[in-house]
């Protein structure tokens, strides 16, 4: 699609003329316009009939290392995001009245602006 | 003439090509196990109900946040390295893709950047057998989620949660829970349904866990007896685990192979042949024995009536290919009994408070499913060595379990504990966990405050404050 509407990277083909109709059409397609963008592309190594394990492309295995790392950060991160979250609280909770003088405040508790 | 046409009829069906047969054999096996993943969402929602209703008020929300965000972290580490686990580490040590081993094709199909690990038109069946794999793995994780509640951190839940549903499990898993496991191959181990693979090794997990958390504060009074905190809601926990049934035929259908080109059309894990029917009607029957076990060794209570159900169901899951239906429904009846012993016993004996039975209906019933089909179905054959079952190799296997289980989840949370990552601090316990956490003051309605009691060792009910108070002051956490 031409135009300034057109976010294809350039790797992308549109091959004309191909055996679209055969019977493995759709792959065919997919090869076809696909085949130059082996790696990042959702459908790139995934999309083919190709040996197993020819999806290891460099891209497609940097593109998985970063999910990993990222799932790892995210990790780490809410430990301790959560962590200053209740040492703060509990520093709040201790400078306040103590529980033993009353129920301690249910969730939603009337008058409890806490 | 219409001879002749019955006739063509039957020379056109006679000529219909393997390959056609077999591709819709793969698309009949894609869409079962979709149907099952979606079905087994409603486990999830049912932990979230039963784990909520058992909890007190002000840590509702925040035990309801813990079930879901198990998704959050569980579901891309099964993706990055569960799924590796299971497929490359079936012989008993790491193999790789270009092993001679012949689970090798197994292990390619498990490395994250594989061609049939993401779309790929030429592989219907190792995405949709993953996502079901997945859908074991958030529930193992759960299974621990209920007994932790109301004084671990969330963010230690998500830990332990990773290090449980996506390697401790599926490590035991492809050891004795595939058809390439050493245990399977070499001692004819047999948990067909995964009472032990699943949830007897959660229920380790889960142990060891607890003896690093510590029970609740005024959970147990100074001479060691156990106090009761009262659920908030028992009706939502009833609801709950009424859900996770219905989840849990997904469950044991999902744990077969589809094999629909080949007579009777269905293999257990281990390739042996058996039916969907046969499954089903363990499972039911295993659901009758153990409410009726349940009711009536813990006297009508109506919460161990409901577990014991999940526990007579998780008793006769290792044989559930096998077993005939009355055999399941006398082996729920005394298991559930069982669990209802034991998880008293673990509760006033042991001191462990473990705030839903968890390691009773899930860790003893696990290994005590595993032991009976050692002596009910010995001599069974399993896999494809068909190498007989027996008591000496369901030993070796729950030998192999409850170790893996126990020592992962008591050095995990031991760590935990070192770091001061695993318990939130007793003033936010007393206070509860909602208020620091969620500002639930936000996001729920108003409703009346309700001063909070507990029950002591001699059945009398009590305001909670000062029993709680005097208890932090007593108790180094």
């Given amino acids: 699609m031409p135009g300034i509407i057109n976010s294809a990277p350039d790797c992308i083909t549109h091959a004309e003329g191909g055996e679209k109709y055969a019977k493995d059409g759709a792959d065919f397609i997919l090869q076809a316009n696909y085949q130059d963008c082996a790696g990042i592309m959702t459908f790139g190594p995934g999309s083919t009939y190709g040996e197993d394990g020819s999806g290891a492309d460099t891209l497609y295995m940097i593109l998985t290392w970063l999910g990993i790392v990222v799932m790892l950060v995210v990790l780490v991160a809410w430990v301790l995001y959560e962590n200053r979250r209740l040492v703060t609280a509990a520093l709040g909770f201790g400078a306040d009245e103590s529980p033993a003088g009353g129920p301690p405040p249910q969730p939603g508790g009337v008058g409890d602006s806490r | ?477």
């Fill in chain 2, 1 to 477: 003439m219409i001879d002749v046409l019955i006739a063509q009829v039957a020379n056109l069906r006679d000529a219909a090509p393997a390959q056609g047969l077999t591709q819709d054999s793969v698309v009949l096996g894609e869409q079962f196990y979709f149907f099952t993943v979606i079905l087994m969402w409603l486990i999830h929602a049912g932990f979230m109900s039963y784990e909520t209703g058992i909890a007190r008020k002000k840590n509702a929300l925040a035990t309801a946040m813990k079930n879901i965000l198990t998704i959050a972290v569980v579901t891309p580490s099964f993706y990055y390295f569960g799924w590796w686990i299971y497929n490359c580490n079936q012989p008993g040590l790491p193999i790789g893709p270009n092993s001679t081993d012949f689970t090798a094709a197994a292990c390619q199909g498990g490395i994250p950047w594989s061609d049939a690990f993401g779309p790929n038109l030429g592989n219907n069946i190792n995405l949709i057998f993953f996502l079901a794999f997945l859908l074991f793995s958030w529930t193992t994780a759960s299974i621990m989620s209920g007994a932790i509640i109301e004084r671990a951190r969330l963010t230690a839940y998500l830990v332990l949660a990773v290090i449980l549903g996506s390697a401790v499990w599926i490590l035991d898993a492809a050891w004795g829970w595939s058809a390439g496991g050493w245990l399977t191959l070499r001692f004819g181990f047999h948990d067909s349904i995964a009472s032990g693979v699943v949830h007897g090794v959660a229920g380790a997990f889960t142990l060891g866990v607890l003896f690093n958390l510590g029970p609740r504060i005024g959970k147990y009074t100074r001479e060691g007896l156990a106090r009761q905190f009262r659920p908030h809601n028992l009706h939502m926990t009833l609801l709950g685990l009424m859900l996770i049934f219905t989840g849990f035929y997904a469950f044991y259908g999902a744990c077969l192979v589809i094999s629909s080109t080949a007579f009777p059309g269905w293999a257990n894990i281990y390739l042996s042949p058996t039916t969907l029917g046969s499954i089903t009607m363990v499972i039911t029957m295993g659901f009758a024995g153990g409410f009726t076990g349940g009711y009536f060794a813990s006297r009508g209570d109506p919460f161990w009536t409901v577990s014991g159900g999940l526990a007579g169901v998780i008793s006769v899951s290792a044989g559930a290919d096998i077993y005939a239906p009355t055999l399941a429904y006398l082996l729920a009846i005394a298991s559930a009994a069982i669990a209802v012993y034991a998880g008293n016993w673990i509760e006033k004996s042991m001191r462990v408070d473990d705030a839903v039975g968890a390691v009773a209906v899930h860790g003893v019933m696990g290994f005590l499913g595993i032991l009976w089909v050692g002596v009910f179905a010995a001599g069974y054959p399993t896999g494809v060595n068909n190498v007989d079952s027996s008591i000496g190799g369901q030993l070796i296997g729950m030998a192999t379990f409850l170790p893996l289980g126990f020592l992962s989840g008591w050095v995990a949370s031991f760590i935990m504990k070192a770091l001061g990552i695993l318990r939130v601090p007793p003033e936010v316990e007393l206070m509860g966990l909602d208020v620091a956490e969620y500002e639930p003051n936000l996001y729920l309605p108003e409703v009346a405050v309700v001063t909070e009691q507990l029950v002591e060792p001699d059945g009398t009910p009590v305001d909670a404050a000062v029993v709680l108070q005097t208890a932090r002051d007593e108790v180094v956490v």
